[in-house]
């Protein structure tokens, strides 16, 4: 009841001592600010935190807020809401939702809140793995009725103190009628895995200059063994062909122990090649040689050294059906290794991820194959989230032999590169060179972006290209309008599609 | 032969038809309101009780929807979101209405938690108005209880890219945070003019 005077008392005096808050901050005004106050916002449903988060920048509607304050009151039933907004001096309005208890007894939610504690204790995890202040709180449970905020306060610090354990609070009969004994029993989880399955992809996306394509992969499987069925069409977004085939990989991420894992794909796809590709390759001898069907099988074993730091090592045996009839396919066998490092934080309402890469691939003679190639490529993306506001940065780089074959020959212009360019425009053959560099900052849906990068051909000169423009997200669904800058022709670039796959690394 | 095969068969109908209409919602109309009865259709059982009686509050968001045919949206629905716990030395339950100025009621069997719940949901009379332009003004009631268990997180690696389970989810309606919902229809009713 002292509560529920507070929050009275402190609705009545308003920043111009109004007897009505409606009346002081009207509805309309922008809103600058919204907090919750008297309460730990972090105990709200994710959902209901959202919402109120959201309110920033939106105009004050008073019924919005009154919904929010029935929301926190369903959520929490012992505790009531209310809302105060002030109107600063800037003519906008500062949104703060005060949450007190409520005194009223007969609103407990859980009636053996009417029992005395005659113990407290925790199960399944050894005293030195418990923090003293922990502890001691738990402790500070016994003697007094059961405080149902209180414990589940402690079951939240417990899982943010033991994140190996899972924690679950049981409360048994004591020793006399109206004692209880609170027990809150952690058991330690299963291991967490170390090694990732490859990332997927899935998507349908389309790009004004290079028109529809989808690469769909699809996991089917559990936590150490998967299968992925591979179905690409006319998919033109990673390489210099546009490809159209099928595949199946299958990964494990646990052989004897979770550090060792392994996986095999295959893939049977069918180049198109477009018309200035063609040419380009007719017109420079030094460029590698176009192939009908190419179908490759990749087996892999990969190591974990941390949850965060793998090493991948296999072999990709590539078999290039000739374009002419009368010649013979061509083997392009590689060595393959892979360094990955991917970490994320979450710490409330932010979280970053880095991911970052180095692979090398390299064909040798010593596997049968008929072309002798290295391909270095390094790529790095690190996002950083808080709240309504997103931000990506970008960097790759990359070298290969100039007799790599073309599915190994690098591409920027597409939906995820050099938005604003066309990678056929850039490069109608790719590149054995390739720098590129990208950042985006976000807000809910709409972003804007800065791409810069250049793929080329030694000897030839190396030409940086710069594109601007607006993406908008709803889900996996995206659309981004892309300019060039350093160029006379400023034609909007337009992709759209939908996206699936959450890697922002590449190939 | 034939014929006991086909009696066999008709008694096993027979016997199967009582457990398939064991839940049954029933009305009964008061003067202002629409109150609802569900025989047989209990939602503190299973995994919820054993919640309960280890001595947890758990919260039920219960709704009643008013259909002008069976399996068609509802023309109003009301809904409710209940903290029920368990008296462990009583060994009754509770139930509070998680409202500012809801109600609450204790020392029941968790048969009449469950009615006590439903009776907190009477339709108002007022809200049915639209349907007496519907021939005979017949509806249907649907019911739907969820356990509300909080927000369930996603495994980051688990939830990127198209999975299967991920197809499920979507194709089924359900996001992964929604607990699933028990559902009952009946029907037809028709008011006392």
New interface residues.
């Given amino acids: 009841m002292r509560m529920i005077a507070l929050l009275v008392s402190l609705l009545a005096i308003g920043p111009q001592s109004a007897p009505d808050q409606r009346a002081v901050v009207p509805d309309g005004t922008t809103i600058s600010a919204a907090s919750v106050s008297g309460f730990d916002i972090d105990r709200l ?3 209901l935190r959202h919402d109120i988060h959201a309110l920033v920048g939106t105009p004050l509607k008073q019924e919005r807020l009154d919904q929010l304050i029935a929301r926190i ?3 929490r ?1 012992r505790h ?1 809401a209310a809302v105060r907004t002030v109107l600063d001096p800037d003519g906008r309005a500062r949104v703060v939702f005060m949450v007190g208890e ?1 005194g009223d007894e ?7 809140s009417r ?1 005395i504690v005659e113990a407290a204790n925790i199960n399944g995890a050894a005293d030195d793995e418990i923090p003293k202040g922990l502890l001691d709180d738990l402790h500070a449970l016994v003697g007094k009725p059961l405080d ?1 905020d209180q414990s589940d306060r402690l079951q939240e610090r417990l899982r943010d103190e033991l994140p190996r354990y899972d924690v ?6 004591g020793s006399e ?2 004692r ?1 004994r609170v027990v809150f029993e952690l058991t330690r989880r299963g291991a967490p ?1 170390w090694l ?2 490859e ?4 998507n349908v996306v389309f790009h004004s200059d290079q028109k529809w394509g989808s690469y ?5 499987g559990g936590r150490d063994i998967r299968f992925t069925p591979i179905l690409a069409i006319a998919d033109g977004d990673d390489l210099v062909e546009e490809y159209t085939g099928w595949g199946l990989r299958f990964e494990t991420r646990r052989i004897g122990t979770r550090r060792l894992g392994a996986s095999l794909e295959w893939t049977s796809f069918d180049p198109d090649w477009r018309p200035r590709t063609v040419d380009a390759v007719a017109a420079d001898p030094s460029l590698p040689s176009l192939y009908d069907t190419r179908s490759t099988l990749t087996p892999l074993v990969k190591f974990a050294f941390t949850p965060e730091l793998t090493i991948a090592a296999g072999v990709g045996i590539s078999e290039l059906d000739p374009l002419a009839p009368a010649t013979s396919s061509q083997m392009a066998n590689a060595a393959i290794g892979v360094l990955d490092f991917d970490k ?1 934080w979450d710490a409330g309402r932010a979280a970053q991820r880095l991911e970052s890469e180095f692979r090398v691939r390299s064909g040798t003679r010593t596997l049968e194959s008929d072309l002798a190639y290295k391909r270095y490529s390094a790529q790095a993306s690190y996002a950083y989230d808080y709240g309504h506001h997103h931000a990506v940065a970008t960097a790759m780089g990359g070298a290969a032999s100039s007799t790599a074959p073309f599915f190994e020959r690098f591409t920027l212009g597409d939906t995820r590169t050099l938005r604003g360019w066309d990678k056929y425009a850039i490069a109608p053959a790719g590149g054995s060179r390739m720098v590129y560099a990208s950042v985006e900052y976000g807000y809910s849906g709409v972003g804007v972006f800065l791409d810069m990068g250049s793929v080329w051909d030694q000897p030839s000169d190396r030409r940086f290209r710069v594109s601007t423009g607006l993406s908008f997200h709803a889900g996996p669904a995206f659309a981004t309008v892309g300019f060039p800058l350093n160029t006379d022709n400023l034609t909007a670039v337009f992709s759209m599609g939908l996206r ?4 922002k690394l590449r190939w | 032969m034939v014929t006991s095969r086909a009696a066999l068969a008709l008694v096993a109908c027979l016997l199967s038809v009582p457990a398939a209409s064991a839940q049954t919602i029933a009305i009964v109309p008061a003067p202002s309101v629409v109150r609802v009865r569900a025989t047989g259709w209990a939602f503190l059982t299973a995994e919820p009780l054993a919640r309960l009686k ?4 758990v919260r039920v968001e219960l709704a009643v929807g008013v259909l002008a045919a069976p399996g068609r949206s509802a023309v109003t629905t009301l809904r409710r ?1 209940f ?1 029920v ?5 009583e060994e009754r ?2 139930v ?5 100025r ?1 109600g ?1 009621a ?1 020392h029941l069997t968790a048969a009449a938690a469950e009615a006590w719940c439903l009776e907190q949901l009477a339709v108002p009379r007022a809200s049915l108005r639209s349907l007496d332009e519907l021939p005979g003004a017949r509806f249907w009631i649907r019911l739907e209880c969820r356990i509300l268990d ?2 369930g997180a996603l495994d ?2 688990e ?6 389970q991920r ?1 499920i989810d979507v194709f089924s309606r359900r996001r992964k ?1 929604e607990p699933p919902a028990r559902i009952l229809e009946g029907g037809p009713f028709q008011l006392p003019r």
């Fill in positions: 449903s994710p959902g009151e369903e959520e039933p009531v409520r007969t609103a407990r939610d859980n009636v053996n029992y149902s679950r609070r049981r409360i048994y009969r009628q109206g209880i895995t990732r399955y990332p997927l992809r899935a769909l992969d699809l996991g089917i994320r699936i796959g959450e890697t | 280890e001595g947890q509050t979101i903290s716990s368990y008296d462990l030395w339950f509770a509070t209405v998680a409202e500012p809801g609450s204790s909080g927000d980051p690696d939830s990127a890219g198209l999975t299967l197809l945070s």
